[in-house]
């Protein structure tokens, strides 16, 4: 074999194992750069994923509030409207002293007062109803006034009972009712 022969087998095999190196080279190339943007895919339908729900996540937080305000304002307005109704209805009891039909539901008190505490009942209303509750309660009227809309507040004669039936206490055990019905 001449020198030649050798030089150009040498060659060949060089070039052989040159080509080979480079198909691998380009292979693993191929294989990174794939497995490059399969990842990046990855990570942006992950990010698009995690938007998305972000996103979901304060539309509801926003649409909750709105909720929670809608309904805050809708029961402040309705508070608004109990509260002016029962301002309403104390003008009417007020009003209501005023009638020929109020000493009947005085005299009617004092009798459920001294049914109740026993007699002697000690007696006490507002200074404009002195006079009727002085007749009606006789001597266990009690002149000092009392800051009420109107009925009367009752005492047992030792001081150990009490009964309380003037309008605004009457209104304020029976507002959740009146509040039921008003908001109806």
């Known amino acids: 074999m001449s020198i030649d022969r050798l030089v150009e087998e040498i060659r060949l095999r060089a070039e052989e194992e040159l080509r080979r190196e480079t198909d691998r080279q380009q292979g693993e190339e191929a294989r990174i750069v794939a497995d490059?943007?399969?990842?990046?895919?990855?990570?942006?339908?992950?990010?698009?994923?995690?938007a998305e729900i972000e996103v979901a996540r304060e539309r509801a937080q926003k649409l909750a509030s709105a909720k929670l305000q809608a309904r805050k304002m809708v029961y402040e307005a309705q508070e608004r409207q109990v509260n002016a109704s029962l301002d309403g209805t104390r003008t009417i009891l007020a009003?209501?002293?005023?009638?020929?039909?109020?000493?009947?539901?005085?005299k009617r008190m004092v009798a459920t007062a001294t049914d109740r505490l026993g007699k002697p009942t000690?007696?006490?209303?507002?200074?404009?109803?002195?006079?009727?509750?002085?007749?009606?309660?006789?001597?266990?009227?009690?002149?000092s006034p009392q800051s009420i809309l109107g009925g009367l507040v009752a005492e047992s004669s030792d001081?150990?009972?009490?009964?309380?039936?003037?309008?605004?206490?009457?209104?304020?055990?029976?507002?959740?009712?009146?509040r039921d019905l008003l908001a109806q």
Request: aromatic share 6%; charged share 40%; glycine share 8%.
């Open 36 to 50: 490059r943007d399969r990842r990046t895919g990855l990570s942006q339908v992950e990010a698009k994923r995690r």
């Open 95 to 106: 009003n209501f002293t005023k009638s020929d039909d109020y000493p009947k539901v005085l």
């Open 159 to 178: 001081g150990s009972r009490r009964l309380n039936l003037s309008f605004d206490e009457l209104l304020r055990l029976r507002e959740d009712k009146v």
């Open 122 to 143: 000690k007696v006490m209303g507002r200074a404009e109803d002195a006079a009727l509750l002085k007749k009606v309660a006789g001597a266990g009227f009690d002149p």
